[in-house]
């Protein structure tokens, strides 16, 4: 079984430039190459739902000049890959607060998605400015908005509406969570939308990532057993 929805914190730029003795931003410019031909590949792969954590809450507290290679390189990505995703099938989304990020790249983002609305391919969804337990407080607020509008009972709340509160709305669970750069955490990426995912983690760096390492995480995931609480010889009886 390939996964449906895979999402990757793409991690390791800044250690891939320090081997290097280059500035950081040339490790983020190598994993932007990263993202294309991951993006290509997970198509070709035949992958439902791409999830790339772009750019967390958390690295607003990065040097400026750092945040503004990032920002530049996620608008140049926005322009360049336009006519691929279009050709592709590929619909971009973007989660996260968006209200944060420059005009121009928030702009480009809204012109991306309404461009790429009609493809039912696959999806590609950005998390930028994206923090898991942010994004439960704003489906939080929402969900006690709509109780105080009397347009949702507390006592009927359920997981459905739980996740449709969220960012993620509308998206399938993450079936598999891979995180390069040898580091074992998930960081905030998709609390709940991952809860039942597959964790696979590498000792690669992300501008390293090819076609072959997604290959190779896909293989895991196809030897897992996703039991989701059942036992095996229930599995085996049910196929
Ligand atoms: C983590 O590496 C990576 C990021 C904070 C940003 C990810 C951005 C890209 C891959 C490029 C731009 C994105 C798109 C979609 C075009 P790190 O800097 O934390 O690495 P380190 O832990 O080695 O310092």
């Not at 105080?148 to 509406?161: S, V």
């Not at 905030?188 to 090819?210: I, K, Q, R, S």
């Amino acid at each position: 079984m390939k996964p449906s929805h895979t999402a990757i914190i793409m991690d390791g730029n800044g250690r891939w430039a320090q081997q290097r003795e280059k500035p950081r931003g040339n490790g983020h410019t190598e994993g932007a190459e990263a993202v294309r031909r991951i993006v290509r590949h997970a198509r070709r792969l035949e992958m439902d739902c791409l999830t790339l954590f772009a750019f967390s809450s958390l690295n607003w507290g990065r040097p400026s000049t750092e945040i503004n290679d990032l920002m530049d390189l996620l608008l140049e990505f926005l322009y360049s890959e336009r006519q691929e995703l279009l050709e592709n099938g590929i619909r971009l989304r973007a989660i996260g607060e968006r209200d944060f990020l420059p005009s121009s790249v928030r702009a480009a983002l809204a012109q991306l998605e309404s461009d790429t609305a009609a493809c039912t391919d696959m999806e590609l969804v950005l998390a930028v400015s994206y923090d898991g337990r942010r994004d439960m407080v704003r489906a939080a607020r929402r969900l006690a908005l709509m109780a105080q509008k009397g347009d949702l009972l507390p006592a009927d709340l359920n997981e459905t509406q739980l996740m449709d509160a969220l960012s993620t709305r509308a998206l399938p669970d993450v079936d598999l969570l891979i995180r390069t750069s040898g580091e074992f955490r998930t960081s905030g990426f998709l609390p709940l939308e991952a809860c039942y995912a597959e964790l696979y983690f590498t000792e690669t760096l992300w501008p390293d990532f090819t076609e072959a390492d997604l290959d190779a995480a896909c293989v895991e995931y196809s030897r897992r057993q996703r039991r989701f609480g059942l036992t095996s010889d229930q599995l085996a009886v049910n196929g």
